[in-house]
């Protein structure tokens, strides 16, 4: 029965959880919708039988709907255990998900396509760019500091392997070099992210490299 992933190219969360089955060498079958188009294809009827919030991803496994990508990359992580994204040590895993949930919670969910929006519609003015700036920075400067004040970091977040905190990290990254935010304060994210898109994991799942890409 085929794994199947409801996905838009440029979503950071669909970006993570295409990263996670990569890593995780499952094979999926990618359903794109489209956020923009005709208002959104993610408001239409039969996407929201899926799917009540009307956000991608989804994920379709052995006939159950799954959403929120934290959600589906930790019900990956623990129906299939190889290779591991978290670590063993229930302290070293709390600090690995600690990583992921600032991206998760404190980065993401303020720059996204709704929030902003949103924001749009009640300002009138040209605040994107600031306001994406500013989230970036508090959240990419906790970040770094965790980084460089833990015994765990290596070629990736935790150790010489990718892991989960890599697949929440690397879609941030992406979007903040889409939009111009410069990096140079936050030399140990660029060098995890550059070792990442090393990886096939990781290029595969890059927006550029999915089948609903647009220039």
């Not at 959880?17 to 890593?23: D, E, G, K, Q």
Request: aromatic share 12%.
């Amino acid at each position: 029965m085929p794994v199947i992933l409801y996905s838009y190219f440029r979503s950071s969360a669909a970006y993570r959880v295409r990263i996670a089955l990569n890593l995780k060498h499952i094979g999926y079958e990618i359903r794109p919708v489209h956020l923009l188009k005709n208002g959104g294809e993610q408001f239409k009827a039969d996407y929201l039988a899926l799917n009540p919030q009307g956000r991608v991803p989804v994920l379709v496994v052995q006939n159950t709907v799954l959403s929120q990508s934290s959600a589906i990359i930790e019900y990956l992580e623990e129906t299939f255990p190889n290779p591991p994204l978290l670590p063993t040590n229930p302290i070293e895993r709390a600090y690995v998900r600690s990583l992921a949930q600032i991206i998760a919670c404190d980065i993401h969910p303020l720059n996204n396509l709704r929030v902003l929006n949103y924001l749009k519609s009640i300002l009138k003015s040209n605040f994107q760019q600031a306001w994406r700036s500013h989230w970036i920075e508090e959240g990419f400067s906790a970040l770094e500091q965790l980084l460089q004040k833990s015994n765990y970091s290596g070629r990736f977040c935790y150790g010489d392997t990718p892991g989960m905190a890599d697949a929440f990290l690397i879609p941030q990254v992406y979007n903040a070099k889409r939009f111009g935010y410069e990096m140079n304060s936050f030399p140990l994210i660029s060098g995890i992210y550059e070792n990442c898109i090393q990886e096939a994991a990781f290029s595969t799942a890059a927006p550029e490299n999915q089948p609903d890409a647009e220039t």
